[in-house]
């Protein structure tokens, strides 16, 4: 009895003194959290796929209380969210936003089965990293996309998938939020970030390749050769061709689509444009 | 004698030295020769001459593009067609140059007689001397890495070198190019020796070499004893169990002298080794002693199915397709083509490619030999942490890597693989675990490299 009494004592004696020392901690030691950064955290779309270049939606909550006690959050963007959540955001933290462009994702391969032959065969980890590492690829091109997917697994969106016809990968741009996973896991850096564009159109060079013509076109036959054609074409001084390789600059493009005309190779890419009658044109293949 | 060998790992292939006892045979000249401006770990080498320059057998055609580069020579005489891209054994376009041939001569300040020089008669040349000859000369290790000689020779501060030990091993299956080397030009390569103990002011000298080349073993045991016996150098022959990778340097210090290497960025000579190829030690013979620059090579064409396996004296520049012709020309299959053994050569794209100063050989496995089983989920047997001659664990290594978890991966040591293979080819499940761990080495390595430039 005597001894039930005793550790009953003692032991409410222990937790009387510890919840006065956790008392006094959490008073003392207390972290001041600003409300707003909850408040932005639960506008944010919570996917935390790490496409604003933070940790997450908690970490991205906290930098736009941050910045917009600077008084602007431009620098900052939620690819998921789009510039609907980020006009909330400026709401609430009493800024205004100006509306970039919306991106979409673009492969700059045209390397299909048919255009660019197997000229070898690779039997490691199936990794574009990986075989990047190792070797040049399983065709005659050391540039173009090497077709495991890596970029595929990137993706938290499910919006970039393999075309098992091609062997390219195809971005859907109803699901792509331009978050640039897969662009920045891509080991031949050939997944781009372009402006959307009017009406969804947009015109891309489709090549990545920068050696010289010859060799160029005979490992791909739409690998762009560098010629210069497109460049001389466009009157908005939109394309310039360096390394055997040209690029349109889409802030300056405006989608005339004289280039896509006169490409030899037809390695520029005229996407979403309706299809005239009589005239041969690429459509980028939809998912 | 004990019979030695390295303390932690290994594992046995299949032997397949068809070539063994093929004498080594002179390769005919190409009709036209490419030399890769990167040959060598470090930055590839400058060209010195442009399209339309003539050049002899000997020329300086590219000169040493850092501190750790190495001069390039023509290995032929003619012209100067090009400088342009050429595919390299990494399979990607590379700058080259590529030289038409036409007849065969050589720089006259190459000493072409056959008469055998004495280190020991040329008292007058000083270890700078012949760690300058070496240097201009454009050696490269001859065993595949391709890090330049001199540097080996010129050892960091804090560190003194005890021995030279020749790296005679040749444990990879199929290649017997040293070998020949050894029983062809013993006496050479003996005064090779004496040139690398006199450039690195050591007394101690080793000779590495496995004992399935009993022949080796026993030419040198001789040889040895004669020629080092009235000497200042003491030089030993050291008889080595087979046992893959013990050509790895840092196995074979282990397996010669029992001392341990720590982790990188350490290197043998911090335990007092330096370590050079039986090729390399040939190739400082030449060049110190009959002014030959490094511009051909033993090689051995190899492959079950070649009709004619034999190892060959090659030019430089050389492309491997004619060496392929020569034996035969390639058997009908879905052939692999290695620069190198199968363990650690590297798969060619196209037959193309030139030997380079580190091709020691080219393997062709037929697509049964090569082919891949499917990989199964990991088993736990730790096969591959019982065979890794770095004492890493493989299997968490590959994970690591494959979760891209550079900053774990780096904790755990995946900068000391050898990239040996030897996990992945005792693996049971047949999991591409070599394949992740080179992935991973390498962005580890980026990372290391970016941390110390900030
Ligand atoms: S686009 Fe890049 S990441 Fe995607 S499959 Fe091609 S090479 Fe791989
Ligand atoms: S016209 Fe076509 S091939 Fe010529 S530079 Fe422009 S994109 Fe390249
Ligand atoms: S490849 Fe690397 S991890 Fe695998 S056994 Fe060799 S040293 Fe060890
Ligand atoms: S050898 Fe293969 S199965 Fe065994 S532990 Fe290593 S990875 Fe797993």
């Known amino acids: 009895m005597n001894s039930i009494i005793i550790a009953v004592i003692v032991l409410g004696g222990i ?44 970490a991205m909550s906290e930098a736009l209380v941050k910045e917009s006690d600077k008084g602007s959050i431009e620098n900052l963007s939620c690819p998921v969210g789009g510039t609907k959540v980020m006009s909330q955001v400026a709401d609430l933290l009493g800024i205004t936003v100006a509306n970039g462009d919306p991106q979409v994702a ?16 690779y039997v490691g980890l199936r990794s574009c990293a990986a075989m990047n590492t190792c ?17 595929v697994d990137a993706c938290q969106f499910d919006a970039i998938h393999m075309n098992v016809e091609t062997g390219l990968p195809v971005v859907d741009e109803t699901k792509c939020i331009a978050c640039g996973a897969c662009s920045k896991l891509c080991p031949r850096h050939i997944i781009e970030l372009r402006a959307k564009g009017p009406k969804n159109r947009r015109i891309y060079v489709s090549c990545v390749n920068r050696d010289k013509g010859a060799i160029a076109m005979k490992a791909c036959k739409s690998a762009c050769i560098g010629c210069g054609k497109c460049a001389k074409e466009c009157k908005f001084e939109a394309i310039t061709v360096e390394g055997n390789l040209s690029y349109i600059d889409f802030k300056k493009c405006r989608l005339c689509k004289k280039c896509v005309a006169v490409c030899p190779t037809k390695a520029i890419m005229a996407v979403n444009f309706p299809t005239p009658k009589n005239v041969e044109e690429k459509k980028e293949v939809e998912a | 004698m004990k019979i030695k060998t390295f303390s932690i790992g290994g594992i046995h292939p299949e032997e397949n030295k068809l070539t063994h006892e093929v004498p080594t045979q002179v390769a005919p000249l190409p009709t036209q020769a490419i030399f890769p401006l990167s040959q060598h770990i470090g930055a590839p080498a400058k060209p010195v001459v442009k399209k339309g320059d003539q050049v002899k057998v000997g020329t300086l055609i590219a000169e040493a593009g850092g501190f750790v580069s190495a001069p390039i020579y023509s ?40 008469n055998l020089e004495l280190v020991r ?44 030990i020749i790296n005679a091993v040749e444990c990879e299956p199929y290649i017997t190019a040293d070998y020949r080397l050894m029983l062809e030009h013993s006496d050479e390569i003996l005064i090779g020796l004496e040139l690398l103990m006199k450039a690195a002011k050591v007394k101690r000298g ?7 080349k009993p022949a080796a073993i026993e030419l040198f045991t001789h040889k040895c004893a004669d020629v080092f016996d009235t000497t200042e150098y003491q030089v030993e022959v050291v008889p080595l169990q087979q046992r893959y990778p013990q050509g790895g340097e840092k196995q074979l210090v282990d397996a010669v002298i029992g001392r341990q290497v720590p982790a990188p960025p350490a290197i043998p000579v911090n335990v007092g080794a330096i370590v050079q190829n039986v090729g390399t030690v040939y190739a400082v013979y030449e060049a110190v002693m009959k002014r030959k620059p490094l511009f051909e090579r033993y090689t051995t064409v190899t492959g079950k199915q070649l009709s004619k396996p034999t190892n060959y004296l090659v030019r430089m520049g050389t492309p491997i397709q004619l060496l392929i012709d020569l034996c035969g020309g390639m058997p009908e299959d879905d052939n692999k083509v290695l620069a190198g053994g ?36 990991c088993i ?58 080179r992935l991973g080495k390498s962005s580890v390595m980026n990372i290391i490299k970016l941390r110390q430039t900030k």
């Not at chain 2, 032929?76 to 054994?89: E, H, M």
Request: proline residues 7%; contains cysteine.
């Open chain 2, 121 to 164: 008669n040329h008292p007058e040349l000083t270890p700078d001397e012949i760690i300058e000859r070496i240097k201009n000369s454009g050696i490269t290790g001859m065993g595949g890495a391709g890090f330049p000689t001199f540097i080996k020779l010129s050892p960091p501060p804090n560190t003194k070198p005890e021995c030279v």
């Open chain 1, 135 to 151: 070797g040049s690829g399983e065709t005659a091109c050391g540039f173009g996309c090497l077709g495991c997917g890596d970029c």
């Open chain 2, 206 to 212: 080793f000779i590495g070499i496995e004992t399935n």
């Open chain 1, 15 to 58: 937790a009387f003194v510890a919840a006065i020392v956790l008392y006094v901690c959490s008073k003392r030691f207390a972290v001041f959290e600003d409300p707003r950064i909850a408040q932005v955290n639960s506008l944010l779309p919570g996917a935390n796929c790490g496409g604003c270049g933070f940790a997450g939606c908690k």
């Open chain 1, 106 to 121: 673009v492969v700059r391969c045209d390397g299909t089965c048919t255009n660019r032959p197997r000229t070898s065969q």
């Open chain 2, 342 to 377: 199968p363990m650690m050569g590297k798969a060619l794209i196209s037959t193309e490619v030139p030997i380079c100063k580190g091709t020691n050989a080219v393997t062709i496995l037929s697509g049964d030999e090569a082919r891949r089983q499917t990989p199964q989920p």
């Open chain 2, 380 to 437: 736990r047997c730790a096969k591959c942490v019982a065979v890794c001659p770095m004492g890493l664990e493989p299997y968490l290594l590959a994970k690591l890597s494959a979760h891209r978890d550079w900053e774990h991966a780096e904790h755990d040591g995946i900068t000391s693989c050898i990239e040996c293979g030897s996990c992945q080819f005792t693996c049971p499940a047949h999991r591409p675990i070599l394949d992740n761990i």
């Open chain 2, 75 to 114: 290995s032929v005489s003619g012209t100067v067609s090009k400088i342009d891209a050429a595919i390299d054994a990494t399979g990607y376009r590379k700058p080259a140059i590529f030289i038409n041939v036409e007849g065969d001569e050589w720089e006259s300040s190459i000493d072409r007689s056959n």
